[in-house]
């Protein structure tokens, strides 16, 4: 049985937001070695990381409020792991088997190396790469997938819990696991963790997913949603006056010193937490109506296989085109450099845009054939967005 579910359209922009935010932190890379201004550029862009976060907040935010609308259907973790298999493996496992097998063979081919020797494909498969010991950071062309990994890992436990809390047990087990991340990261960087494993571990990484989840909750309840929306703008000013403070203090908001990778972190995502408030509730009219803007909501649509995607031709081409860019001009090198992150964010574009519509978009009309909406309506149904 299909069921339809309506669609909140500023989310696509909120999505878009992130994807490019990520984008630029990885492209802008051919910045580095321009003039003062493009190096300038580069250091504002290398804050794109912040994009993942938004990422998980959506995701933590989405997730919740469909299994929340689902609790109590007998096919409540039949549908939800069949809808996360059908939105989410076919990308991701085909992007592998492009990276392992096709690039793998062309490159031992052409240059006679296997780039992927002691990469171990294992920890990719099976969605563990952030807990490599290295946390997967040299893996040619999948170094990022780290990220998916950690939703993933989020799916896996986050179902059962929704299930067996209390709507009130369950906003204290996310208030709880914010406040641990934050602890866990201070407790690791006494133990003197790396930057990289503060990053990429899960239990690290729960804040901005559970500040999510909690946020679907509170918007299901009148009396929590009208309390935050009192408090909300001085909560998103606090936090966005917290990151401010740490970028003017640190000269950046970078993943690399241990303010940020604390309290920054938190206040990160809380400030997020607000912003995807903003994008659902209607506060905020001129933040609203920009991700409600046709060009970002195609961006967020388009996300899933561009973040897959788009560090294998930048990583492919950034060291030649390096090279290439400095042996011209000093007047033609910055044109050069913005034509790089120009067509790498075509292209990267491209390929989302055949990717969702040949294969993403066509699989998605398999998700809701279980009957899992039968008989119960959604708590808060303008609050369902597109898959996340």
């Known amino acids: 049985m299909q069921t339809s579910r309506p669609h909140f359209a500023a989310l696509d922009g909120v999505r878009g937001i992130a994807i490019i935010l990520v984008m630029l932190t990885h492209y802008g890379e051919i910045l580095r070695h321009g003039g003062a201004f493009e190096q300038g550029l580069a250091r504002v862009f290398n804050a794109g990381w912040i994009g993942v976060d938004l990422f998980f907040v959506l995701s933590g935010f ?4 469909i299994l929340l609308d689902t609790k109590g259907s007998p096919f409540y973790f039949r549908q939800f792991y069949w809808r996360r298999t059908v939105r989410i493996f076919p990308v991701y496992f085909l992007f592998l088997a492009f990276v392992f097998v096709g690039l793998r063979v062309l490159f031992i081919h052409l240059i006679g190396h296997d780039l ?8 990719y498969l099976g969605y563990l790469s952030n807990w490599k010991p290295d946390h997967g950071r040299e893996d040619l062309y999948v170094s990022h997938l780290w990220s998916l990994a950690v939703e993933e890992q989020f799916y896996f436990v986050w179902p059962a819990v929704v299930l067996f809390c209390t709507r009130r047990r369950l906003a204290t087990a996310c208030a709880t696991l914010a406040g641990l991340a934050l602890a866990l990261r201070c407790v690791m960087i006494a133990d003197g963790a790396t930057s990289t494993a503060l990053y990429r571990l899960t239990p690290c990484r729960m804040d901005p997913l559970v500040l999510g989840a909690l946020l679907a909750l509170i ?5 929590w949603r ?16 917290l990151i401010a403070a740490i970028a003017w203090t640190r ?6 010193n241990r303010v940020t990778e604390t309290i920054g972190a938190s206040g990160l995502a809380i400030l997020f937490a607000c912003v995807v408030f903003y994008a659902v509730v209607g506060q905020g009219g001129a933040l609203r109506s920009l991700f409600r803007s046709s060009w970002l909501r195609a961006a967020g649509r388009y ?24 042996r011209q001009s000093r007047l033609l090198q910055p044109l050069l ?6 067509g790498l964010v075509a292209l990267s574009f491209g390929v989302g845009w055949i990717s969702w519509h ?7 009309k398999f998700k809701d054939r279980l009957p899992v909406f039968a008989g119960r309506k959604p708590a808060f149904p303008e609050l369902r967005g597109r898959p996340a």
Do not use: C
């Open 303 to 326: 996300s899933y296989a561009v973040y897959v995607i788009h560090v294998t031709p930048h990583f492919m081409l950034l060291k030649r085109a390096e090279v290439l860019i400095d």
């Open 219 to 223: 918007l299901r309840d009148e009396t």
């Open 62 to 65: 989405l997730i919740t409020g």
């Open 358 to 364: 040949i294969l993403e978009k066509p699989l998605l």
């Open 226 to 241: 009208a309390r935050l929306q009192r408090w909300m703008t001085p909560l998103a000013a606090s936090a966005a006056l």
């Open 337 to 342: 450099r913005f034509s790089y992150i120009g």
């Open 251 to 256: 000269g950046s908001f970078d993943f690399d």
């Open 116 to 123: 992927w020797k002691g990469t171990n494909s294992w920890w």
